[in-house]
């Protein structure tokens, strides 16, 4: 059966939840295992922090609470994929996928390592606890 390119793009998408769509068209690493690889994963994580274990609601209401903080709006709004193995720029290689948010992605960078960055996550999660309540 031939199907209309279009078409067949929409039908994959179908019923499927937006957010795991646009973190897939998000990056193009992730045509080689296809959406439904990446669906079936980004379904299985939980959604929160890997450090810190904020969860994507807190990460959406520190994103508005402190808009300054996350490059001008652009960040912060939702989770992001991180590498475990910075070396590993391959998005397609979801064993070493993990969900961070925002701020410890970002203070994260290529220097400190998951397991390093474990530790300070640990005393973010602190702070982030203390933002929320105020
Ligand atoms: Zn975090």
């Avoid at 994580?45 to 994507?56: N, P, S, V």
Wanted: charged residues 30%; proline residues 1%; contains cysteine.
């Amino acid at each position: 059966m031939v199907f209309n390119n279009s078409r067949e793009q929409s039908n994959i998408y179908k019923n499927k939840p937006k957010e795991s769509i646009d973190i897939y068209k998000s990056k193009k690493d992730f045509k080689k295992i296809g959406f439904d690889v990446f669906n079936s994963w980004y379904s299985m994580q939980e959604k929160c922090c890997a450090y810190c274990g904020l969860t994507a609601l807190e990460s959406l209401q520190l994103y508005f609470r402190f808009p300054e903080s996350t490059r001008g709006g652009k960040r912060g709004k939702r989770l992001e994929l991180d590498g475990r193995d910075s070396s590993i720029k391959d998005y397609s290689k979801l064993e070493n996928l993990i969900l961070a948010c925002y701020w410890c992605n970002n203070a994260k960078t290529n220097y400190f390592t998951y397991d390093e960055f474990m530790i300070i996550g640990k005393a973010i999660k602190n702070i982030q606890k203390s933002r929320l309540i105020k």
